[in-house]
């Protein structure tokens, strides 16, 4: 258990339609990152945030939008949902910036 | 940029070795090395600081060499355990980690 948690587990939603994401960082981890992971696709990273401040921002859509709240929690928000954003959606958290990430078990999002 | 792996799959037998490569074009202060069990989440193994480190953990170790912005994963007598995806992702300084596409290592009986 990485201490990270993710909800929902499973998403199924059709296009068109719009998402919240999940994510509840390790007790003390101040920096918390998104990533999509498509069927046998490496970890593509979509945004970072530090202690409730984005920070870095990798190929994240416009649709797409995140926040991190004063308690440290993130939510990922994902709209105008097309099929191609199926894949599984990876919340990370670590101490500082450079630290070890810990990965939360994803969600995974199913577009019909 | 993203670093590249290599190489993309390997399959073992218990026992063997095996080394997983990790190249930049970029100059970089840092390497994380990650696996990744099928349906699971990836899993933190070890961090390397440029200085030409060697790192281990069980019979994993990593070397790392700044100047040619290269990592290596060596893994020394293979375990079934061992089987998984095994991600590199470099920093070059002020940056969020770039991961690589990921190396599929399967260890058979």
């Known amino acids: 258990d990485s201490g990270v948690t993710q909800t929902p587990k499973h998403l199924i939603t059709a296009t068109g339609q719009r998402v919240t994401l999940r994510c509840s960082p390790r007790?003390?981890?101040?920096?918390v990152y998104w990533y999509q992971q498509s069927l046998d696709q490496g970890l593509q990273f979509l945004i970072q945030?530090?202690?409730?401040?984005?920070?870095a921002k990798g190929n994240i859509l416009e649709r797409f939008s995140a926040q991190q709240f004063p308690d440290l929690h993130s939510e990922l928000n994902l709209s105008s949902l097309e099929l191609g954003d199926s894949a599984l959606y990876f919340c990370?958290?670590?101490?500082?910036?450079?630290?070890?990430?810990?990965f939360g078990d994803g969600t995974r999002l199913s577009i019909l | 940029q993203q670093p590249v792996q290599s190489p993309q799959a390997v399959i073992l037998r218990e026992g063997e070795d095996a080394v997983i490569n990790c190249s930049s074009s970029k100059a970089l202060y840092s390497v994380h090395w990650y696996r990744q069990k099928h349906g699971e989440a990836p899993v933190f193994l070890m961090i390397?600081?440029?200085?030409?480190e060697q790192k281990g953990h069980e019979k994993i170790s990593a070397s790392f060499n700044e100047k040619k912005q290269q990592s290596s994963l060596y893994l020394t007598a293979s375990q079934l355990s061992y089987s998984g995806t095994y991600f590199c992702?470099?920093?070059?300084?002020?940056?969020?980690?770039?991961f690589g596409k990921g190396t599929r290592l399967s260890v058979i009986a």
């Open positions: 992702g470099t920093d070059s300084g002020n940056t969020p980690l770039v």
């Open positions: 990370a958290s670590s101490v500082g910036v450079w630290d070890p990430q810990h």
């Open positions: 390397l600081l440029k200085g030409g």
């Open positions: 945030y530090y202690n409730g401040e984005e920070r």
């Open positions: 007790s003390g981890d101040l920096s």
